[in-house]
């Protein structure tokens, strides 16, 4: 795994066709939040703030075992935990609206029992919060053992009670829908994320187009019920770029057609 240790900040590079004055100030403030990237830095080195989350896990883990365990409750959910990988994501810097500020690090839980070699869905998530002096602030574990790929099984046997028996047939049109579902659950399975998109895109232009055959309403509900849990996964997260996800409409899109059903 790469050690993904960075701060983001946004930085504007002035146009060079801008006038000398604007040039100056866009230069300016690229320096300055070059420096504050770099404070920052300095002050995650210093306190050793990754290796410090990383070593906590355990101990917030053990106690919200035992604590879970006195209510009857079995905190892991009946999965093993020695199935359990840790790996850093990144720090984030916040302010709040009374100029408070904290780093945030963050931490994802991922299970190589679930996820074989990829690691690429994480099951879980712990943060960290730190204040500007170096002081603990607060700490948060959670687990989220319904990943898609995990789910999507669920989909299998729900979409094969619903599925009109002769949708399977060539020469019907309803038939270019019913495969696109199928290689989205093949893609989904194969966790190709990108490709599973494009082809809830391709389901939707198909309902959207008005000479198109419509879709048996029971089927069609479980299909973007389906779609629609498949985007707020991958969007939640962050398993496609932003932009790339955001371009074809697909949550609007669902919504649109979950409305239009009678």
């Known amino acids: ?8 900040i946004a930085k504007h590079h002035p146009s060079g066709d801008a006038p000398d004055g604007r040039s100056l100030a866009f230069t300016l403030a690229f320096i300055l939040l070059m420096d504050i990237q770099n404070q920052i830095l300095e002050f995650i080195e210093k306190h050793s703030l990754k290796e410090r ?6 101990l917030v883990m053990d106690a919200s075992i035992e604590a879970d365990k006195e209510n009857g409750i079995d905190f892991l959910d009946g999965h093993n935990r020695t199935d359990l ?4 994501e990144r720090f984030e810097f916040r302010v709040n609206k009374n100029g408070y500020c904290k780093i945030i690090t963050k931490i ?19 943060e960290e919060w730190t204040d500007l002096e170096g002081r603990y602030l607060n700490k948060f574990l959670a687990f989220n053992w319904s990943p898609s790929s995990l789910r999507i099984d669920n989909y299998i046997e729900m979409l094969s009670t619903v599925v009109p028996q002769r949708y399977y047939k060539r020469n019907v049109p309803q038939y270019e829908f019913t495969t696109y579902v199928n ?11 990108y490709a599973s998109i494009i082809f809830i895109k391709r389901c939707l232009v198909y309902l959207e187009k008005a000479k198109n055959i419509e879709i048996e309403k029971e089927y069609l509900i479980k299909c973007l019920e389906m779609f629609q849990n498949i985007y707020l996964f991958i ?7 932003e932009e790339k996800l955001s371009f074809h409409k697909i949550d609007e899109r669902i919504k649109e057609r979950k409305a239009n059903i009678s």
Do not use: C, W
């Not at 990988?85 to 850093?88: D, G, I, Q, R, V």
């Open 1 to 8: 795994m790469q050690d993904k240790t960075h701060i983001t």
């Open 53 to 58: 989350a990383l070593n906590s896990i355990d």
């Open 85 to 88: 990988l840790y790996e850093f």
């Open 108 to 126: 994802n839980i991922y299970s190589k029992k679930l996820y074989g070699k990829g690691l690429d869905i994480p099951v879980g998530s712990y």
């Open 183 to 193: 290689h989205i659950i093949v893609l989904i399975k194969g966790r190709n994320f």
């Open 235 to 241: 969007r939640n997260n962050n398993l496609i770029d």
